[in-house]
């Protein structure tokens, strides 16, 4: 480093982090092999030189998915932007021409270089706070706290969890039970506990992600930080949901963190994000895609011991921040056998601590429809959620809310989390054979209206074959709709050739 009038020269410190992030992952590039070691190191917001992050994304998704890394395929895999963005196909080899022989040595150095700025950052914003803020003794132990958890060993501290917990507040009735405070339905109730591992669990397309993103966007607009672990989409389809919900554009630049992961994380990593969570006093942190993450970090999905062992690693740090952790995770298709559990061991409910739903599709989301899915509640250990839910009928579980997305444009959709509302005739709450029966009935209702319009096409009365013939659809639906429409009197009859009974459409209400 040199200086010039006492100052660092930022130039030229930016210049040698610059050539160690080409080092690092120029010879990651060339030996794929290093990628597991040196992501114990760095992470990818240590990168800040454009082709160097694209390129140890793109390596480390590749390498998890057991794909090839040669500079070919690597080619193929890049967007048309992001192949731009490196320099064309000419930046993979002018990127693996930066190779050296211990990647993991300068990736050790890339670190440091990362924590130095890191508390440089700290430390010019205590100067900034000290020349502004009159509370000198606040800003000390604020920037004292900072420092603290900077330090090399902050990460490693023992915690406090074995120490004896005070029972005075159980014991003299002053406790108060935690309450579901994030999130909200349209009634403003609560949807989940803050610091407390929560979850969603349905089947795909059910609306697991919409939920989420509405639960999302009520926090922004509440001014607090969310943070979006997402191992399922893309920034592309994720926030372009969120804007497609009506979220400001500056609001989610400013309060929305979004995070892909493409390798496991290490334990230095999961400590660096949860003291970010943590300093940003972020109420919601979202992990979409449970599955995929524990397949990811190596973890057997049908565990029990390998799925509390995620929850130790992953949701119970994030939730320990005090931000409600709210994992998304997918059901086994079969209903029967579903239960409460979602796809895996039945720990996955065992290790949830606050509220855990269910989400039950009742119509198709969609372009031009309103789609529609039902909340559940499939366990609620502080008990304050399901008080604000009815009863399930076919179903046992509580009935919490109900998701509505309505398509109204391509570039605007309105969500709801309703409040439930029983209906008699409401399919979600009908037992088996009564909702068969529902069914049946719609539709010899709408075959009702296809048969008269049928008939009153028809240049002559047509016999019941004929009607069948020309409607499409089961001939059992269509002859229930041809008799009803007979005894309402919407059709009449005439006695044809060999006694055959002609149906036609009154005069009077022909088209």
């Not at 500079?71 to 992001?82: C, F, I, R």
């Amino acid at each position: 480093m040199t200086e010039h009038d006492g100052a660092p020269d930022w130039s030229a410190r930016d210049e040698q982090r610059t050539q160690l992030e080409q080092a690092v992952v120029g010879t990651v590039l060339v030996n794929p092999h290093q990628f597991a070691e040196v992501a114990e190191v760095i992470t990818a917001d240590m990168l800040r030189y454009t082709p160097a992050r694209i390129v140890w994304d793109l390596l480390g998704k590749r390498i998890g998915e057991g794909e090839p890394t040669d500079y070919l395929a690597l080619q193929l895999a890049l967007s048309e932007d992001d192949l731009r963005r490196i320099g064309g196909p000419v930046g993979l080899s002018i990127l693996g021409g930066h190779t050296v022989g211990d990647a993991l040595w300068h990736a050790e150095r890339l670190r440091k270089h990362a924590r130095r700025e890191q508390i440089s950052g700290h430390l010019r914003g205590a100067i900034s706070r000290i020349e502004q803020d009159d509370d000198l003794d606040a800003v000390l132990d604020d920037v004292s706290t900072s420092l603290a958890d900077l330090g090399e060993g902050a990460a490693d501290a023992p915690t406090s969890d074995w120490a004896e917990v005070d029972l005075s507040p159980v014991l003299d009735g002053t406790y108060k039970p935690v309450q579901a405070t994030v999130g909200a339905r349209n009634d403003g109730v609560g949807l989940f506990y803050p610091g407390r591992v929560n979850g969603i669990q349905g089947e795909s397309e059910a609306g697991k992600s919409w939920v989420a993103l509405v639960c999302c966007l009520v926090e922004i607009n509440r001014g607090n930080h969310v943070f979006y672990i997402d191992f399922e989409d893309s920034e592309e389809g994720t926030v372009g949901r969120l804007l497609l919900l009506g979220a400001n554009p500056d609001d989610v630049r400013t309060y929305f963190h979004y995070i892909r992961p493409a390798s496991a994380p290490a334990t230095s990593t999961i400590k660096a994000l949860c003291r970010r969570v943590a300093a940003l006093e972020t109420t919601l942190v979202i992990l979409d895609g449970v599955t995929e993450a524990m397949t990811m970090m190596g973890l057997e999905l049908k565990e029990n011991t390998e799925i509390a062992k995620f929850g130790r690693m992953l949701l119970r740090p994030l939730a320990d921040t005090g931000a409600a952790a709210v994992s998304l995770d997918h059901v086994v298709k079969s209903t029967e056998s579903r239960g409460r559990y979602a796809l895996g061991g039945v720990h996955k409910l065992n290790g949830v601590d606050g509220v855990q739903y269910m989400l039950e599709a009742v119509r198709p989301f969609g372009v031009n429809t309103e789609g529609r899915s039902r909340l559940r509640v499939a366990k609620d250990r502080p008990a304050q959620v399901r008080r604000h839910a009815l009863p399930g009928g076919k179903n046992p579980m509580h009935w919490f809310a109900d998701l509505v997305i309505a398509w109204k444009s391509d570039d605007f959709s309105e969500a709801h989390l309703y409040p439930p509302i029983q209906h008699d005739d409401d399919p979600a709450e009908m037992t088996a054979k009564e909702e068969r029966e529902a069914q049946e009935e719609a539709e010899v209702k709408e075959r009702a209206e296809a048969v008269i319009k049928a008939l009153s096409k028809a240049t002559e009365p047509l016999s019941k074959t004929s009607v069948e013939e020309l409607v499409p659809g089961r001939a059992t639906i269509t002859r229930r709709a041809l008799t009803r429409l007979v005894h309402e009197g919407r059709v009449e009859t005439t006695t044809g050739p060999r006694n055959a009974v002609l149906h036609s459409v009154p005069k009077g209400d022909a088209e």
